[in-house]
């Protein structure tokens, strides 16, 4: 038997070692399934910016058809339900400490006399600012409503007119950017985890000084602690694709090959991140201080809520750093955008360059530890 037939027989055997320790325990199979599933959905539904639903109040001075006419309009809106008709604009602050609405239209007295006479007619919008994206959205809603309304009445012929469309998204619906991203955090989350709990596992279980005792390298030992993890997450990562691409029905317009490839390579970065801290920790808890002492700083600088540009300058220079930010920016990409492998190319190389760092670090540290 040659030396690289020996090298991939060992590797054989210590990943399926690794892969029967995870599902042969089935509180583990629950864990490693059921939270993947339940987080997608969640995700789908909960991680979103849209307004589905504007409970609001109304107050109108004017009292004539063309306030009447006005209010239906905004009425007719599925986004926005009217929960109460207010005599006065002093009744509206008790509906918003409450919770009750979230804008409230205020009409004036005056309001269809100064259309008559072609003059502009301001309608007052209260919004509750505790949400201040919320309260933002809200009032461009009621806007955008104001124009059609006004234009369908004639009152306003603005001489300019603007047409948008927004590419990739024209609905500009949230889930189709959260559920994207979401497939590399899951990713990363499972094998940070998995990594970095594989080795710190087996010394407090007794059984890691057993396998120093075979004939294993302690570079297949690392190789072989490093494969089932991405495989996990390359299997969760396609769950959560057939709930985004399935349930959700978000369109999937790049090539799942590309698609793989860059969270394979993602994850390899990662996992020698994870490896090198089970290679330090001296016990399970430590790990788990450490896992979360890194990703949180990560997840933040990914951008997968706030956007790197609107971060300042010396964070944008620590987010070159992470392979969180660039994974999420080729995976949206890719499944939004259909970017091919060459559009996408450099974001490969912070992610091999985290890689190339890490894995040798990982080698070292479990050599170092080992011997």
């Keep these: 038997m040659t030396a690289l037939s020996r090298f991939f027989h060992h590797l054989y055997f210590l990943c399926q070692k690794e892969l029967l320790t995870l599902f042969k325990d089935p509180r583990m199979r629950i864990q490693l399934i059921m939270p993947v599933i339940i987080e997608g959905f969640l995700f789908g539904y909960a991680a979103n910016y849209n307004i589905e639903e504007v409970p609001y109040a109304v107050v109108d001075t004017s009292g004539t058809s063309s306030s009447r006419d006005f209010l239906a309009h905004i009425a007719q809106s599925p986004t926005f339900s009217c929960v109460a008709i207010c005599g006065n604009a002093t009744e509206i602050g008790p509906l918003i400490d409450a919770g009750d609405i979230l804008a409230a239209v205020v009409i004036p007295q005056d309001f269809e006399k100064q259309l008559l006479h072609g003059s502009q007619a301001p309608v007052q919008v209260i919004t509750d600012g505790r949400n201040p994206m919320i309260a933002s959205m809200a009032t461009s809603y009621i806007t955008h409503i104001a124009a059609d309304w006004s234009a369908k009445e004639g009152f306003a012929q603005p001489p300019v007119t603007i047409e948008t469309r927004t590419w990739f998204n024209p609905n500009q619906l949230s889930r189709w950017t959260f559920l994207p991203s979401f497939l590399a ?165 912070p992610m091999l360059a985290v890689a190339a760092v890490t894995m040798p670090l990982a080698g070292w540290l479990f050599r170092h530890k080992t011997t």
Excluded: H
């Design 185 to 349: 955090m899951i990713a990363f989350v499972q094998v940070m985890f998995l990594a970095g709990l594989s080795i710190a596992k087996e010394r407090e279980q007794g059984t890691f000084d057993q396998l120093l005792v075979t004939p294993f390298s302690p570079t297949e030992i690392l190789i072989g602690k490093a494969t089932p993890p991405v495989l996990v997450g390359l299997f969760q990562a396609a769950m959560v694709f057939l709930i985004a691409r399935y349930w959700f029905e978000v369109p999937f317009a790049g090539n799942l090959f590309t698609l793989f490839l860059t969270l394979l390579i993602f994850m390899v970065s990662t996992t020698g991140l994870g490896l090198s801290i089970s290679s330090v920790a001296r016990n399970m808890q430590q790990v788990l201080v450490y896992l979360l002492v890194l990703m949180i700083p990560m997840v933040l600088l990914s951008g997968l809520v706030t956007p790197v540009d609107n971060m300042p300058a010396f964070l944008q220079a620590v987010t070159y750093a992470d392979p969180m930010r660039f994974v999420i920016d080729a995976v949206r990409r890719i499944y939004l955008e259909g970017a091919s492998l060459g559009e996408i190319a450099w974001d490969f190389v």
